[in-house]
Each structure stands twice: as structure tokens, then as C-alpha cells.
């Protein structure tokens, strides 16, 4: 009996190694930190959460849903009456006050939150309640999903323009401000000063405004979602596209950004790596993946540096009329040699980040073949936003001149630039963006077809300035 008893203690003990040896055995090093840090910040939280319940220092509100200490509490910690009044409702997050209790807590709570969405997505990952399946590729079901989205989104994409100018008053007037003082510094230059003195069109018919450019990300976003969750690979040219619309926005944004406000500033410099990395940095260190898995936030940072670059060298000259044309050019063909001109330079310039040759995760080929692969593919895109945002005055007075003009005239005009984009993208996408995946990657430059269709199109719909067309579906 006491051997039988002994084999089953044995046999226990086996099961436990197993289940022990498989729950650690994809447990990296940084996971394990991961684990560490968000584990003593959860219990922290809890901790001092339960102490203020007991001294009777927590407030209830919304459901029965626990929130930041109450006002009691704050009195007791010595706070600032600045920091008493904290607006919990806020769009923006305010920066950490050590002296008030509140402020603390709240950094505690949110950053518990944000692991245990963490530790969520390591164990659907690495230790799923059921198996993960293979994909399995439906044509109708991802048109039936994609139809559906853009007839009920594409339905709320149709504002009348006081509706998006009441909704989006502060952030138009902001930067209808800064487009009239980039407007004025090029016409100051200019030979043909007339240009400075047509009407200006309403800011949210603006080319390029900020609720046209935000939806059309948005639709790429989710274009992208469902064909990765579907592993639809027929879209898959359409996908490359997108992608690099995406790097065109990083120039054209980031550029007139460092054009309109003049900041160079290391805190705007931090401020935008920690956007663009800071998810994914997380991501690397839950998971122990490489940096280059996530490949589409390497490629925004990279050109987001690279802008910064070309922009911070002679910034004192930036508003001379060839200065900024000079540098682009230097960096045109600087681009040209690195990416286009087999002679090494690629390698040894992009060896400083550490890339290498050894197959990894995200890689099978080595980190520095798939930087090389993925960075090929947009490598003339953010140059391309770049020059569009030196010309873009020259557009927009080109519709401020057209919107004057009657009714006719705006209907022939619009009309006759939206043709030739329209014929010009129904070439480009009968020839080489249906003749397979390399021939899209070799003529990957032409996708400013694409994105002229997003960038005039909206702004040819709105002749009658009653109703505007906010964005188009890609």
C-alpha cells in the first residue's frame, strides 16, 4: 500500500514538472522583468486601495466602480488645491504630482489596467484556452465584412460642414492659423502676389484636414485588421499600398509640423518616439519578441528621424525659397545610394543598429535582410509626403482662387482635375498594380496616384459648401 501510495506521489510530482516545464519553458528574461514590474504595481495599487477602505478614505461612484481617492484624502496628503481640482474628465493626462494622492494613484490604477491587458494578451498568445486554428480565407465573407463597414461608418462619414466645424472648432482654428502663416511665408516670396489675397476656403474643406486625414487612417486600420485576421493574401497589393500612405503621412505631417511651429525641441522629439514605440515596446518585452516583428512602428520612427534630420540641419533657413528645395534633393539622392545602389552602403550605415544576419522571430532571414526588405518597400514615400508639404500652399491657394470663381467655374475646374486623377489611377491600377507582387514593389513610387485620390477627391465633392465628404473609402 505504501509503495502504491508512493508511485502515485511520483507520478504527481512528474505532472507537475510537466505543467511547470511548459508554463515557463516560452518565459523570456524580459518577460519575467515584465512580470516583475507590473506585479509589485498591482499590488501596490491594491495595497493602497485597501488601506484607504479601511480608514473610510475611498469614494464609490459609477456603479459601485472604485475611483481615486476622495477629496479627505487629499487634505491629509498636504496637496496642492491646483491638484484637488484635477479634472478626472480630461482629454489630455496631466503630468505626475508627487505631493497629491490622487495624481499617484491614478498613475498606479491606469498602469495596472495596461498589465493585466498585458499579461491577457501573453496568455492568449503563449498559453491559449483553446488552440489557436489556421486562418482560413473567405472571399465573400471579407467583402460581406468590408461592405457592411463602409455602408454604416462610410453613412457617418457624410457631416454637413457646420457640423464638422462645431465638432471640431478648436482643432480647425488652430490649424487654419497655422496654414494662413505658412501661406503668408511662401506668397511673401512669391512673384505673383495676388494668390495672397483670394478668399480662404472653410478649414474643413481644407486639403488634407484633420478629420479627412484622421478617416483616412482609420479605414487603412481596418483594412489592415481584417486582412491579417483573415489572411487575405489577394488584397495583399492593396495592403502595400496602404502601408506606405501611411509612411507618406509620417513625411508630409512631420514636415509641415517642423515648418508651421518651428519646435525642434528634444521634449517634442521624446514625445513622438514615446508615441509611436511605446506599445510596442511593451509588446517586445511581454512577449520576448524582436523589435523588428513589429515592423510598421520601426518604419515610422525611422522616418520620423529622418525628417527631423533634414529639417533641424540650417532650420534658420528653412523659409528661404531654395534652401529647403536644396536639402530635399541632397536627400533624394542620398536615399537613391543607399537603397538603389548595390555598393554596401546600406549595410554599414544600418549595422549601427545592431542588425544582424541570424534568423529570429518576425526575421527568418536575419534582421538586417528584413530591415532592408521592408524599409525598400517605402523608402521614397516619406520624401514624397515631404515635397508635397513644401507644395501644399501652392494647392491650397489653388482652391482658395477656385472657390471664388462661380459656380460653374468651380464645377468645370474640380471636375477636371478629378478626371484626370480618376483616369490616371484607373491606369496605374489596371497595369502594374495587378500584375503581382514584385511588379507593385518595383513601381511601389506610384502610389501618389493613390494618394492624390484621397487628397483632391474630398475636396472636388464640395462645390455647394453645404455638405462635405470627409474622407473616401480606400
Known amino acids: 500500500m505504501s509503495s502504491y501510495i508512493q508511485n502515485e506521489k511520483d507520478v504527481l510530482i512528474d505532472v507537475d514538472d510537466d505543467l511547470l516545464h511548459s508554463a515557463t519553458r516560452d518565459l523570456s528574461v524580459s518577460s519575467c522583468a515584465i512580470a516583475m514590474l507590473f506585479g509589485t504595481i498591482i499590488f501596490t495599487t491594491v495595497t493602497l486601495a485597501a488601506r484607504l477602505w479601511l480608514v473610510g478614505l475611498w469614494s464609490w461612484e459609477g456603479g459601485g466602480m472604485p475611483i481615486a481617492p476622495s477629496m479627505a484624502a487629499l487634505e491629509l496628503s498636504g496637496s496642492s488645491s491646483q491638484s484637488a481640482h484635477m479634472d478626472r474628465n480630461s482629454e489630455k493626462s496631466q503630468p505626475l504630482d ?13 498602469s495596472s489596467i495596461f498589465g493585466i491587458i498585458l499579461l491577457y494578451s501573453y496568455i492568449c498568445e503563449h498559453h491559449p484556452p483553446y488552440p489557436h486554428d489556421e486562418k482560413v480565407y473567405d472571399r465573400d465573407e471579407f467583402f460581406f465584412w468590408t461592405i457592411l463597414v463602409v455602408v454604416v461608418a462610410g453613412w457617418n462619414s457624410v457631416r454637413r ?21 505658412i501661406v503668408d511665408r511662401s506668397v511673401k516670396k512669391s512673384e505673383d502676389k495676388q494668390y495672397a489675397n483670394q478668399p480662404t476656403i472653410p478649414p474643413e474643406n481644407e486639403v488634407l484636414n484633420r478629420n479627412q486625414t484622421e478617416e483616412w487612417k482609420g479605414w487603412m486600420q481596418f483594412t489592415f485588421l481584417l486582412y491579417h485576421y483573415m489572411h487575405a493574401t489577394e488584397v495583399y497589393n492593396g495592403i502595400r499600398v496602404m502601408i506606405t500612405c501611411y509612411v507618406w503621412m509620417t513625411g508630409f505631417g512631420n514636415f509641415s509640423f517642423f515648418y508651421m511651429t518651428n519646435d525642434y525641441s528634444l521634449p517634442r522629439v521624446l514625445q513622438m518616439l514615446w508615441r509611436l514605440n ?32 533634414v529639417m ?37 550605415v544600418h549595422r549601427l543598429f545592431f542588425l544582424g ?55 468645370l475646374g474640380k471636375s477636371a482635375v478629378a478626371a484626370g486623377i480618376l483616369c490616371a489611377l484607373a491606369m496605374w491600377t489596371r497595369g502594374s498594380y495587378d500584375d503581382g507582387q514584385d511588379s507593385i514593389q518595383l513601381n511601389k513610387p506610384l502610389f501618389w496616384l493613390y494618394t492624390s485620390h484621397h487628397i483632391h477627391l474630398p475636396s472636388e465633392l464640395d462645390t455647394s459648401n453645404e455638405i462635405v465628404l470627409v474622407g473616401t473609402t480606400p
Open 98 to 110: 508627487t505631493t497629491s494622492l490622487t495624481s499617484i494613484y491614478n498613475l498606479l490604477h491606469h
Open 161 to 181: 460642414n457646420t457640423d464638422v466645424k462645431n465638432r471640431g472648432k478648436r482643432i480647425q482654428h488652430v490649424s487654419t492659423e497655422r496654414l494662413e502663416n
Open 278 to 309: 511605446f506599445l510596442v515596446l511593451f509588446l517586445c518585452l511581454t512577449h520576448g519578441n524582436p523589435y523588428i516583428l513589429y515592423y510598421i512602428c520601426p518604419l515610422h520612427t525611422y522616418f520620423f528621424l529622418m525628417v527631423y534630420a
Open 312 to 348: 533641424y540641419v540650417g532650420k534658420e533657413k528653412n523659409y528661404t525659397k531654395w534652401w529647403i528645395r536644396t536639402k530635399l534633393g541632397v536627400l533624394a539622392f542620398i536615399i537613391f545610394l543607399v537603397w538603389d545602389v548595390d555598393s554596401g552602403i546600406f549595410e554599414r
Open 357 to 411: 544576419y541570424e534568423p529570429t522571430t518576425g526575421a527568418p532571414m536575419g534582421s538586417m535582410w528584413e530591415w532592408y526588405f521592408r524599409s525598400y518597400l517605402d523608402h521614397w514615400s516619406t520624401l514624397l509626403g515631404m515635397i508635397f508639404a513644401v507644395n501644399f500652399p501652392i494647392v491650397s491657394l489653388f482652391y482658395r482662387k477656385l472657390e471664388a470663381q462661380s459656380r460653374f467655374r468651380q464645377w
